[in-house]
């Protein structure tokens, strides 16, 4: 399991967007980049909704959304995300060079590419299920922001490629290494708890709502402790 394919096609969906955005230049105009990410928004909404279809016991998704959503706003993991995003930026700001401003496309893009609950999701339903969708889903998305990213920042949001491929790679061979002490049950409430996560990402995309994604990152991890729970109960 978690043979990083995912995340190899996400790093080259990156590369190649980043390559056609310098080429470009100009820009894609505003109503075609707009009309497609709203297809691949719906796109990521349906894939959302297959992977929440395999739960065996829905009560388990909605409690584990409800206790991983509180711990994960108790922490405010959202707005310590978008701090950090903020800090780092401030940090590479304030300078017109040519190196700060490859500095800046390299971190804002890598923040896009990385700071997420795709990125989280995505690694971890390829290690522990060897089906890099949601991955795949992913890169068409990031393909796109490259490209739209680079006609206007240039050619360092193509470096941003490199900190994806570890972050996630990493988290697919973690995953991958807890996956054989995971029973098919485990899997599929995690999945599915993931999914919906995954499909309020995609309402995000379309601006139909503003939910903290990042505050329910936790669901998953209450998911896979309760399934492991009832399994030993039963």
């Known amino acids: 399991m978690g043979n990083l394919t995912g995340t190899i096609v996400n790093a080259t969906a990156i590369v190649l967007g980043a390559l056609a955005g310098v080429a470009v230049r100009r820009g894609l105009p505003e ?5 497609v990410m709203q297809g691949l928004s719906l796109s990521v909404i349906l894939l959302g909704i297959q992977m929440a279809l395999q739960t065996k016991n829905p009560l388990i998704v909605i409690g584990s959304l409800v206790v991983g959503g509180a711990a994960g706003a108790a922490l405010d993991i959202e707005g310590r995300l978008a701090a950090f995003a903020r800090r780092l930026e401030a940090r590479i700001g304030g300078n017109s060079q040519s190196g700060a401003a490859l500095g800046r496309a ?5 923040l896009v590419f990385c700071v997420g609950a795709m990125a989280v999701l995505g690694s ?7 089906q890099p969708r949601t991955l795949f889903a992913k890169s068409l998305l990031d393909g796109i922001a490259s490209l739209i990213f ?7 949001v193509l470096f941003s490629a490199v900190p994806v491929f570890l972050y996630q790679g990493t988290l697919t061979l973690a995953a991958g290494a807890v996956q054989p002490y995971l029973s098919p049950w485990v899997v599929a ?3 599915a708890t993931g999914g919906l996560i995954i499909a309020g990402i995609g309402l995000n995309l379309l601006k ?7 505050n329910l990152l936790p669901a998953i991890f209450v998911a896979a402790l309760a399934t492991i729970v009832l399994e030993r109960l039963t």
């Open 31 to 35: 109503r075609v980049s707009e009309t």
């Open 106 to 110: 390299f971190i804002t893009a890598t």
């Open 124 to 130: 971890i339903e390829d290690g522990l299920t060897g």
């Open 150 to 156: 680079a006609t206007t920042m240039g050619i360092g």
């Open 189 to 191: 409430e995690l999945t």
């Open 208 to 214: 139909v709502s503003k939910i903290r994604v990042g």
